[in-house]
């Protein structure tokens, strides 16, 4: 047996994203690339900032030695000052680099955290739909996934979380601005779940933390802020990458932030650098770590994004799809208009238009699109979009 009974059953839970795959590259060479409309892939569509391929020249150029090498495993001092810095002016608390690990983007940073505090068989609490690598990121560390659904706005159900929380509960694992759905949650909501975690975690006796997951805090619309998960509850985890908002996702970098105000905190610090070595990660790459200081302030051009958003809103709704318009991020979570939401996007497929189905992700009876495409990618793809619609909508 090749692989393990357990990948095995991992390799064929995972496969809707793969047969997307699959079947864009055979559609690809059957029809050419140009004809087939790729939805499937978060993978940004803008380049990185042009400041980015400056900064890197220098870097590549500095003369010091051992510029390569291996470093704490925390990542190297002045870049987890820097991130320190930069939280610093955008919360309340006052960071140290010790509340800082630099990671291997956001997965790298989701399981550092999650090995660092998870008892086995612990629970952690997942508003759904979600990002589907959870699921084995949690199985990593012999965590159990608790999904509860959101309202019918995607906005977070504080009596479902409630309801799902136990003395076994060890977090509650959320994500916005949100993948699959583009929600951003408001100050009220994170407040909300600020109050009810301080409630559970002394009714239970230990923390309830929140491992707030935010690759995408910068790519937000129609002036939306992002709430602080830090100024809403002192036991908090921020996770994020510059994979989304610096168009780096192929680099694997991010941090991993605690809140200075969590309980333990040297131990939890502690427990972050060790996970970070013992995973395998080691450290994050060094060249990238180098660059970042320079960076965090710098972005793609969000308002491309926007502006695709815009797009592709109005040509589905004038055509009859209905969703929730994304607050930010790059996708949408239209209703599949039948009930089976693979079924749909099989039909789509028929239109050369590759999207994923909404069970992939937990959300049965909806289908994501990712938008981090051409434009021109959006307008050819409408008139597809719109014949499949008019089958099953008179
Ligand atoms: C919600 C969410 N979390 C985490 C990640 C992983 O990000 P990274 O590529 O930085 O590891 C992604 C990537 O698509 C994501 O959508």
């Known amino acids: ?47 990185p900032p042009a400041k980015f391929k400056q900064v890197l020249k220098e870097l590549v150029n500095d003369p010091t030695p051992r510029q390569h090498g291996y470093m704490s495993n925390a990542g190297f001092p002045d870049t987890r000052q820097a991130v320190a810095n930069y939280l610093s002016n955008y919360n309340k608390q006052t960071f140290a680099p010790d509340n800082i690990i630099i990671t291997v983007g956001a997965g790298g940073g989701l399981n550092v955290v999650l090995k660092t505090i998870l008892n086995p068989g612990e629970e952690v609490v997942i508003p759904g739909p979600y990002f589907v690598e959870y699921n084995f990121y949690l199985d990593n560390h012999q965590g159990v996934p608790k999904v509860v659904n959101t309202s019918a706005d995607f906005s977070l159900d ?19 601005p949100h993948n699959p759905t583009g929600k951003v949650y408001s100050e009220g909501e994170i407040k909300g779940l600020g109050e009810l975690l301080t409630n559970n975690s002394r009714k239970f006796g230990q923390p309830i933390y929140i491992i707030s997951d935010e690759p995408y805090r910068k790519i937000v619309f129609d002036g939306i802020t992002v709430p602080s998960i830090f100024d809403a509850y002192n036991e908090s985890f921020v996770v994020t ?100 939401d693979v079924a749909f996007v099989a039909e789509l497929q028929e239109e050369n238009i590759l999207t994923v189905p909404g069970s992939g992700f ?12 051409s434009d021109s990618t959006i307008e050819k793809a409408l008139p597809g979009f719109e014949r499949v619609i008019k089958r099953f909508k008179k």
Do not use: H, W
Request: proline share 5%; glycine share 8%; hydrophobic share 40%.
């Open 1 to 47: 047996m090749p692989a393990s009974k357990k990948i095995q059953t991992s390799i064929e839970r995972s496969s809707f994203i793969r047969k997307m795959f699959e079947e864009g590259d055979r559609r690809r060479a059957q029809y050419g690339a140009e004809n087939v409309f790729d939805f499937s892939l978060g993978n940004p569509s803008l380049e």
């Open 362 to 373: 937990g959300g049965p009876g909806n289908f994501r699109i990712a938008f981090c495409v």
């Open 158 to 176: 504080l009596e479902a979380i409630e309801g799902a929380i136990n003395e076994r509960t060890r977090a509650v694992l959320i994500n916005s």
């Open 241 to 340: 990458s510059f994979s989304k908002d610096l168009s780096l996702a192929g680099e694997r970098i991010g941090y991993a932030a605690a809140n200075p105000d969590i309980s333990d905190r040297d131990m939890i610090s502690a427990g972050m650098i060790l996970c970070n070595r013992i995973i395998g990660f080691v450290n994050a790459p060094a060249l990238m770590q180098r660059a970042i200081p320079y960076l965090l302030e710098e972005s793609v051009d969000t308002s491309l994004y926007e502006k695709k958003r815009d797009m592709l809103c109005e040509g589905l709704s004038s055509c009859g799809y209905e969703f929730i318009k994304p607050g930010g991020t790059f996708y949408l979570f239209p209703r599949s208009p039948i009930e089976d």
